[in-house]
C-alpha cells in the first residue's frame, strides 16, 4: 500500500488513496457480500473469484451491483459442478465468457493464466506421468461412454471441474504470463501439486495464486517457500481476499493489518479514530501510534474495542 499520510486520510475517499489493480477472492461459496463490500471499498480495476463460486442466482444477477465498478473474472472450482444450479448459474451465466480456465486473458494490465477444478486420480493423478492418466481429454472420456451415462451428451457433470491432461498441457505451452490463477494449490501447501509449480514456471510468473484450502497464507511470508523461489503464492480464504499489487505498509504508513482492523472496527469511520489523538495514548494518534513502534498497542485497543470494550 502506498504510505498514508495521516493528513491526507479525511481529504481523498478511500478508493483515491489506495486503488489495487487486481483484487483475488477465495471461494465464495454462494456469499458474494464480502466480494461486494470489497469492491465497493476498494474499486479495482478488476477481480478474480478463485472458484467454488456457487452461485444461488446467475453470476450476473449475483454481482449485478458492482459489475459497472469492476470487470470480473473466474475460474471455476470443484463444488462448481455439485448441483445442476451450481453448473448452470456460472457455466451458463452472462458472465461465463470471463472464465480464465485455460488460457491467459490480459487483466488490469497484467497478463493471468487460469486453471480451474482439480485433479481427480480417476482422471489424472499427476504425481504419475502424464501418459498413464486414465483420460487424456473429456473427449476421450466422452467417448467410452454409454449415451444414457451421459450428462448433455457429455462427460458427467462431475468431472467438468477435472482436469484433463489436454487442458493442462495446451495452457503450459500457452505463455508467457504474470500471473497464474488456480483453484488447487503449489507444491508448498500440504495439499499441493508439483504440477501447478511446475506450470507457474513454465508460464514465467510471478505470481501464484489459489482457492480450496480456506485458508489465506502468503507462503514466503510464512517461511514455507524460500525468498528466492522463482514466484510468490499466496492462498485466499473464503471470505477474504488478496489485493494487487500488495498493500505492503510503506514508510510512514501505518501496517496494513491494524488499517484493516480499524476498518473493520469502525467502517467508514476508522481513518477518523485513527487520526484522533486519544487520552489513553497521552494524547497521540493512534495512526502516529502505529507508525513509531507501537502498533501492537494499537492492536489492543481495536481488539479489545471490537470484543466490546469502551476504549
Ligand atoms: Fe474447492
Redesign the pocket.
Known amino acids: 500500500m502506498k504510505p498514508l499520510i495521516p493528513s491526507d486520510l479525511h481529504a481523498r475517499p478511500e478508493h483515491e488513496r489506495f486503488a489495487p489493480k487486481l483484487m483475488f477472492f477465495g ?1 465464495p461459496h454462494g456469499d458474494f457480500d464480502p466480494v461486494i463490500a470489497a469492491v465497493e471499498r476498494f474499486q479495482p480495476e478488476a477481480i478474480v473469484l478463485l ?2 463460486i456457487q452461485a444461488r442466482r446467475p453470476l450476473q444477477i449475483e454481482l449485478q451491483s458492482i459489475l459497472s465498478l469492476t470487470e470480473v473474472y473466474w475460474i471455476h ?3 462448481d459442478t455439485d448441483g445442476d444450479l451450481d453448473y448452470q448459474n456460472l457455466f451458463e451465466s452472462d458472465l461465463a465468457d470471463r472464465s480464465l480456465h485455460c488460457r491467459i486473458v490480459s487483466v488490469a494490465g497484467y497478463q493471468v493464466a487460469g486453471l480451474g477444478g ?1 485433479f481427480r486420480s480417476k482422471i489424472w493423478d499427476p504425481r504419475r506421468p502424464i501418459d498413464e492418466a486414465a483420460f487424456q481429454s473429456s473427449d476421450a472420456m466422452r467417448r467410452t461412454m454409454k449415451s444414457h451415462e451421459r450428462w448433455r451428451d457429455g462427460i458427467s457433470r462431475k468431472h467438468r471441474s477435472s482436469i484433463f491432461p489436454d487442458e493442462y498441457q495446451r495452457l503450459l505451452r500457452s505463455g508467457p504470463a504474470d500471473i497464474l490463477v488456480a ?1 488447487e494449490a503449489p507444491s508448498a501447501h500440504p495439499h499441493g501439486w508439483k504440477a501447478i509449480d511446475e506450470l507457474a514456471v513454465k508460464l514465467g510468473v510471478q505470481l501464484v495464486v489459489h ?2 484450502h480456506h485458508r489465506s497464507v502468503d507462503y514466503v511470508g510464512e517461511g514455507l517457500m524460500p525468498a528466492a523461489a522463482p514466484f510468490r503464492a499466496f492462498g485466499v480464504d473464503t471470505g477474504s481476499h488478496l489485493t494487487w499489487p500488495r498493500d505492503e505498509p510503506g514508510p510512514g504508513g501505518p501496517p496494513q493489518d491494524v488499517l484493516d482492523l480499524a476498518t473493520q472496527v469502525f467502517g467508514a469511520a476508522a481513518q477518523a479514530w485513527l487520526d484522533k489523538p486519544h487520552e489513553l495514548l497521552d494524547g497521540q494518534t493512534p495512526a502516529t501510534l502505529a507508525v513509531g513502534g507501537g502498533a501492537d498497542r494499537v492492536r489492543s485497543m481495536l481488539i479489545a474495542i471490537q470484543h466490546g470494550g469502551v476504549v
Open positions: 471461494d472458484g467454488d472450482g470443484n463444488h482439480i483453484h482457492g480450496h
